[in-house]
């Protein structure tokens, strides 16, 4: 099992529309949760950090964490083609507090 | 305000050749990691070094080694390079173990 898991994709949504995206980690004592969003030939830049069971929301992105059910999600809403790109969560655990996991990724495309 | 910084941005080597990537940030971060990623793969952690003096394997170390110079320098080496690590390469830091990671520009290694 790997330690953090998102569907690979596409994902295609309508512009307008939220666009919803979900990750699953198997290290139950994680502390720190990040998504990250990725252009083609590009880095991963910093969209949203989560530490606390709920919601946090930043503009049209809300992130998720149920740490109970070990589940991580990011909601965009208002969904723009600018959006269109590759999402990767990543976790921090708390055995080995320095280590960042990344899933593999979700591509989200957004169709005018 | 240069962030992260990866040298070189692409390189191409023969197959038992050997090389090393730099990698320096200049954000006084404590924490450095280097990630290698895959069509479809997301990110992989190769190695990190969670503070000056340390270094740990990370998910798919095999066929590299690491040297954190000092607080800013972390450089990652392959000994003798193999077309399965054809990739892109990226360095990132990280300001504490809870923290987020920023990302350099990547290295796009191709070995033929």
């Known amino acids: 099992q790997k330690e953090v898991e998102q569907n690979s994709g596409p994902l295609s949504v309508p512009e307008g529309a939220i666009a919803s995206l979900n990750c699953t980690y198997s290290d139950r004592v994680s502390q720190s949760f990040f998504w990250y969003r990725q252009y083609s030939g590009k880095s991963p830049e910093l969209i949203m950090s989560i530490y606390s069971n709920g919601d946090k929301e930043d503009g049209r992105f809300t992130a998720q964490l149920n740490k109970a059910s070990q589940y991580v999600s990011l909601l965009i809403r208002d969904s723009q083609p600018s959006d269109s790109a590759t999402y990767l969560c990543?976790?921090?655990?708390?055995?080995?507090?320095?280590?960042?996991?990344f899933g593999s990724g979700t591509r989200l495309s957004i169709r005018p | 305000n240069a962030g992260v910084t990866q040298t070189p941005k692409f390189q191409v080597l023969k197959t038992g050749q050997s090389m090393t990537l730099q990698c320096a940030q200049d954000?006084?971060?404590?924490?450095m990691y280097w990630y290698r990623q895959d069509p479809g793969m997301g990110l992989r952690l190769i190695y990190y070094?969670?503070?000056?003096?340390?270094?740990d394997k990370g998910e798919v170390p095999n066929g590299y080694n690491v040297s954190r110079l000092n607080k800013r320098e972390f450089s990652l080496r392959l000994e003798s390079a193999a077309p399965s690590q054809t990739s892109v390469y990226f360095c990132?830091?990280?300001?504490?173990?809870?923290?987020?990671?920023?990302f350099g520009q990547g290295t796009r290694l191709t070995v033929v």
């Open positions: 070094s969670a503070s000056e003096g340390t270094t």
């Open positions: 990543a976790v921090r655990g708390y055995s080995s507090a320095s280590k960042i996991i």
């Open positions: 954000m006084n971060h404590n924490s």
């Open positions: 990132a830091s990280s300001e504490s173990v809870q923290g987020e990671a920023f």
